[in-house]
């Protein structure tokens, strides 16, 4: 090469390396499985990687945290267990849908209408398969008996009678896009105790069971012989861990939602695990789940696909009184941390959850993120890594993570304020520091309880900085009647417009009575 010649070669040399920079920067993730674990009535306070002074040992939670991002700040839509897994599966409040209040039985319908677009059908749609595992607690419609209609959402065993578990369900998890979906239909409390794969019961009800245990009951109702109470958590997750272990490597990703049933009652830990904890039965359960997790996360790494698939592990509300909390506050352990109120609450302790998020490609290992963020934005996440827009009647109350997966990066706009829900249809707007509480009281199952004589002496409105005030122990309202005004206008918005993310107002859906709950709605 003629020395003239020296300076064009490295023009074109830097262009190459240049141009393959360039590439290497834009060049998208190959789409990623999802797998998201829904934990059931599990406190803040339960995990270690949440809460130092946790007295029960949770090293594989603890170190599918140190693998990935916990988020300190994340929040259910609702206390309770049939409205979080709505906002959960449609990235919609609750309280849009038609149910304004508690929760549904092992017999209610559907709640999700076929046509509502789910997470599962996004995925679906961008070349996922699919799988649903679990406690569904979502309705569907189970066969009836011939000229039989249903009568009711009773516990009594006879009321099962109308159910003919010989026919196909319909409205299934199959039918808002899901190619595998295996559980039941209820909380492992709730009868019938019938496994249903793909729309069709596993066996048909042979007996009717029931437990009265402290810890351990379960309600009077028919019950499969392939359906063991004992055996059911072990169950999803051995399934869960042979889905994985059969879906990795193939040519699409797939997405697995593994809902469990645990460790809400009846609290069923195993012989090898009783006693373990120090505790109660709860905490030798949740010492047998975290194993189980941990299994899970090992398989997805003998598998090879550990690199590329985000696993998210969090719960649906906060601790239940039925485990025995109280208990076990005596014995040093706060399931709810330092939150006040748990299971049922409009307080922190009811709706405060702990959440991690692991992705090795994407999010760095040992992380934090201190933003308020709510369990409907799973929905717009999952949109936004697969690069699906949400249509304005989609994920109305969703708002994409994906920048926050990046520890590095400052994000000065994440959502503008977030909304929770008690047990009863008492709601809370939460905006930076601040809270208000519309309801005398918990709303809940905590006092003051809802109809408590002491409830009636207290004002209409609570209103806390929880940054300053963790506990919500001062009621700061009459101090700060300007941001009581400022979120309580928010709130209304966000009620009639049908929507808290930017987009075309939407309609909640009717019922009688709609917001019976919301007097301060004009």
């Known amino acids: 090469m003629k020395p003239q010649e020296y ?54 939670i603890d170190q599918l945290a140190t693998e990935g991002m916990i988020f300190t700040d994340a929040h259910t839509p609702s206390a309770v267990c049939t409205p979080t897994r709505y906002g959960f599966m449609t990235g919609r409040y609750n309280w849009r849908s038609r149910l304004k209040s508690g929760v549904l039985t092992g017999k209610s319908k559907a709640l999700i209408p076929d046509d509502r677009t789910t997470i599962a059908d996004i995925l679906q749609n961008k070349g996922y398969q699919t799988a649903f595992i679990g406690k569904w607690h979502l309705g ?53 105790y019938v496994y249903v794969e793909n729309g069709m019961p596993t066996a048909i009800p042979d007996t009717v069971t029931v437990d009265t245990g402290e810890y351990s009951w379960w309600r009077e109702g028919p019950t ?76 997805i790494k003998d598998a090879g696909i550990e690199e590329n698939t985000l696993v998210i592990f969090t719960s649906d509300n906060g601790g239940s009184p039925a485990a025995g909390i109280d208990k076990m506050q005596a014995m040093g352990h706060y399931s709810s941390y330092i939150y006040r109120g748990h299971k049922a609450d409009i307080f922190e302790g009811g709706h405060r959850v702990p959440f991690i998020a692991k992705w090795p490609k994407k999010i760095q290992n040992g992380t934090s993120r201190e933003e308020t963020i709510c369990l409907t934005d799973i929905m717009a996440t999952s949109a936004d890594i697969v690069g699906y ?97 400022a979120l309580k206008s928010l709130l209304i918005k966000y009620i009639k417009e049908g929507r808290s993310t930017p987009g075309a107002p939407q309609q909640n859906d009717p019922i009688e009575g709609e917001w019976r709950q919301i007097g301060f709605v004009e």
């Open 7 to 60: 300076p064009i070669f490295f023009f074109i040399l830097f262009l190459g390396l240049f141009s393959c920079q360039k590439q290497e920067e834009v060049a998208p993730l190959p789409k990623p499985n999802i797998i998201v674990i829904l934990a059931d009535d599990l406190g803040y306070g339960d995990i270690g990687a949440f809460n130092p002074e946790s007295k029960i040992p949770t090293p594989q």
């Open 140 to 192: 569907w419609d189970w066969a009836l008996t011939e000229g039989d209609s249903l009568r009711g959402e009773g516990w009594d065993a006879k009321d099962f009678e109308q159910l003919d578990f010989s026919k196909a369900v319909t409205h299934t998890p199959n039918d808002l896009g899901f190619d595998y979906a295996y559980g039941h239909s209820g909380s492992l409390d709730m009868a019938p």
């Open 224 to 299: 499969s012989p392939d359906f063991v109470h004992e055996e059911v958590t072990p169950n999803f997750f051995n399934r869960s861990i042979e889905y994985i272990q059969s879906h990795a490597n193939q040519e699409e990703p797939f997405f697995l939602y593994l809902a469990l049933p645990s460790p809400h009652t009846p609290i069923l830990p195993p012989q090898e695990w009783q006693g373990k904890s120090g505790l109660l039965p709860f905490g030798d359960f949740m010492m047998m789940i975290d194993d189980y997790v941990g299994k899970l996360n090992q398989a």
């Open 389 to 485: 827009s949400l249509k304005d009647n989609e994920g109305e109350d969703s708002y994409s993570l994906l920048e926050l997966f990046d520890a590095d990066k400052e994000v000065s706009s994440f959502r503008e304020a977030t909304v929770h829900h008690s047990i009863n249809g008492s709601f809370a707007i939460r905006q930076g520091d601040w809270k208000l509480i519309m309801a005398k009281g918990s709303g809940g199952w905590s006092f003051p309880k809802p109809g408590d004589p002491t409830e009636s002496e207290l004002p209409d409105v609570q209103l806390y900085n929880l940054k300053s005030d963790p506990a919500e122990s001062q009621n700061l309202y009459a101090e700060n009647p300007e941001k009581v005004s």
